[in-house]
């Protein structure tokens, strides 16, 4: 009430009141901005690791679906008198960079834009689970990748004041079978 008070007051004093209302609110309005900026980039490089890593669990396919049509587990070979594992980690990297238009600069894979780097991503890390060769527990273990890559964007609000957004995405994919 004493700042509508004061916002229709006749003496001067409203103008000043009404510059820092007018700041607050483009105050606050750039670092929404900013929040959906960071949002969106987080939530595109997210989809593309988890295209990624589907496009690797797909490309096992041919190993696993054999193994579990059987009736006994993924993807594993015969090799001389023992099985071995036959999954592969895939070019995870490679796919990333075709999608969302990365180029490496020494262990980072960056986004440029006019300004610089938009965004960098680093720190990829794949893990491949085989279900067991013949699981003797009735717990259903399945085929599945796992990756986690950290995910740095650098704020354009304040110049280098604040730091950069550092996240680690985390994404996992599982082989279902359908029959």
Same mark, same amino acid.
């Given at each position: 009430?004493?700042?509508?008070?004061?916002?229709?007051?006749?003496?001067?004093?409203?103008?000043?009141?009404?510059?820092?209302?007018?700041?607050?609110?483009?105050?606050?309005?750039?670092?929404?901005?900013?929040?959906?900026?960071?949002?969106?980039?987080?939530?595109?490089?997210?989809?593309?690791?988890?295209?990624?890593?589907?496009?690797?669990?797909?490309?096992?396919?041919?190993?696993?679906?054999?193994?579990?049509?059987?009736?006994?587990?993924?993807?594993?070979?015969? +090799?001389?008198? @023992?099985?071995?594992? $036959?999954? &592969? *980690?895939?070019?995870?990297?490679?796919? !990333?960079?075709?999608?969302?238009?990365?180029?490496?600069?020494?262990?980072?894979?960056?986004?440029?834009?006019?300004?610089?780097?938009?965004?960098?991503?680093?720190?990829?890390?794949?893990?491949?689970?085989?279900?067991?060769?013949?699981?003797?527990? +009735?717990?259903? @273990?399945?085929?599945? $990748?796992? &990756? *986690?890559?950290?995910?740095?964007?650098? !704020?354009?609000?304040?110049?280098?004041?604040?730091?950069?957004?550092?996240?680690?995405?985390?994404?996992?994919?599982?082989?279902?079978?359908?029959?």
């Amino acid at each position: 009430m004493k700042v509508v008070k004061i916002l229709r007051s006749k003496k001067g004093f409203s103008a000043p009141w009404t510059v820092v209302i007018a700041i607050s609110a483009l105050m606050f309005f750039v670092v929404a901005w900013q929040f959906l900026r960071l949002m969106t980039i987080a939530a595109g490089v997210k989809d593309a690791v988890q295209s990624a890593v589907i496009s690797t669990s797909v490309a096992n396919y041919g190993n696993v679906y054999d193994g579990i049509r059987e009736g006994y587990s993924g993807g594993y070979r015969l +090799s001389g008198n @023992s099985w071995k594992a $036959a999954v &592969s *980690k895939g070019n995870i990297y490679g796919r !990333l960079d075709n999608l969302l238009g990365l180029q490496k600069q020494g262990s980072k894979h960056v986004k440029l834009n006019s300004d610089g780097v938009e965004f960098a991503a680093y720190g990829l890390s794949v893990e491949v689970d085989n279900a067991p060769l013949a699981p003797s527990s +009735s717990a259903v @273990s399945q085929f599945s $990748a796992t &990756s *986690k890559i950290t995910l740095e964007v650098p !704020l354009s609000f304040c110049g280098d004041i604040l730091p950069p957004m550092k996240i680690d995405l985390l994404v996992k994919s599982k082989y279902t079978p359908k029959f």
